[in-house]
């Protein structure tokens, strides 16, 4: 029964490069959440998806910053021009389809995005 | 203010002791609460969830929940060294229709041998 899977787990960009992360969620888990964590913060959401629907992007930069979770294969968070104040920790979170405001998100073990 | 704000500790407790964490939260729509331990280096790990007023346990874990005073605890009885870790709070609004979490920062523990 595999958990939430994130790859690459670690991944280093030059400024100006592009950034894909790709999260499957757990089997069964049709939401996936990203979450961005800055060195000494809290996890801040940015995006919540269902199969090939954003349905809030409320936490995402407005700009370089997009997220996709196709009908086939893994949601992919992308960051075009990469700068070094995306350095951080990114999470993808999973949860079941029902009673979506009680079931539980199980994170992956993230990626860590390093911008040198 | 913060939606939802921790101690950011350090939190020194003996082994054997119990630990007691602490958590408010500014949006009286909210209607769950999560607790998740975060091992330095890792992934937020789910420790308990909470819905109702009052207490739930979970083994060495007790989660407290006050709506009125918008505040949530988690209290780890039998502290272990292997609870060192920071213990992030989070809470759903609800009012969104799908579940938004907001994190607290976190509080760092420290459990001595």
């Known amino acids: 029964n595999a958990g939430v899977m994130q790859n690459p787990r670690h991944l280093v960009r030059r400024r100006g490069q592009e950034a894909r992360l790709r999260c499957s969620p757990m089997?069964?888990?049709?939401?996936v959440y990203w979450y961005r964590q800055l060195p000494e913060e809290g996890l801040k959401f940015m995006v919540y998806l269902q199969k090939e629907n954003i349905i809030d992007e409320s936490g995402m930069p407005k700009e370089r910053f997009s997220a996709e979770f196709p009908k086939e294969g893994p949601s992919i968070l992308r960051i075009q021009q990469v700068v070094r104040g995306d350095s951080a920790a990114y999470f993808c979170?999973?949860?079941?389809?029902?009673?979506?405001?009680?079931?539980?998100?199980?994170f992956g073990p993230g990626t860590r995005l390093t911008v040198l | 203010q913060k939606e939802v704000e921790q101690n950011s500790g350090p939190l020194s407790v003996p082994e054997g002791a119990i630990a007691s964490l602490n958590c408010t939260y500014s949006?009286?729509?909210?209607?769950?609460f999560f607790w998740y331990r975060q091992y330095s280096g890792k992934s937020p790990e789910l420790i308990m969830s909470?819905?109702?007023?009052g207490d739930k346990e979970d083994g060495r874990f007790t989660a407290q929940l006050n709506k009125a005073s918008q505040y949530v605890s988690l209290l780890i009885r039998d502290s272990q060294p292997s609870d060192s870790a920071t213990y992030l709070c989070a809470v759903n609004r609800g009012d969104t229709g799908f579940q938004k979490l907001v994190f607290g920062t976190g509080t760092r523990l420290l459990v001595s041998p």
């Open positions: 949006d009286r729509v909210s209607q769950s």
């Open positions: 089997k069964g888990h049709s939401h």
């Open positions: 909470i819905y109702s007023n």
């Open positions: 979170a999973s949860s079941p389809p029902q009673r979506v405001n009680t079931d539980t998100q199980y």
